[in-house]
């Protein structure tokens, strides 16, 4: 038995809202749309499958509810801050080799959006 692909699910009355952030902001593409589900994800794979478990957040923060690994977090924060979304934790280079920020997406849950130091 092998697990193949963790999924996270957020609720929402409205499953299309979710465009701005993930699809507009993050680049993610929708893979499957049947109107009360929309799932976005990026066009390849890049690691395994992951589920993390935590007391906070790493340097006092809360825990977020999703974390996402992008390639040039500085570019996504520019685009964030333009874009007008709450910014709950600026960018900040962290001791432990990431460099990130906390963003809260359209239904108030709060992302880590990283990338780690090369």
Known sequence: MAVRRIVANIATPNPRDAQAFYGDLLGLEIVMDHGWIVTFAAEEILTRPQVGFAAEGGSGTPVPDLSIEVDDVDTVYARATSD???????????????????????????????????
């Open 84 to 118: 007008g979304f709450d910014i709950a934790y600026p960018l900040t280079d962290e001791p432990w080799g990431v460099r990130r920020f906390f963003v809260r997406d359209p239904f108030g849950k709060l992302v880590n959006i990283l990338s780690h130091h090369r």
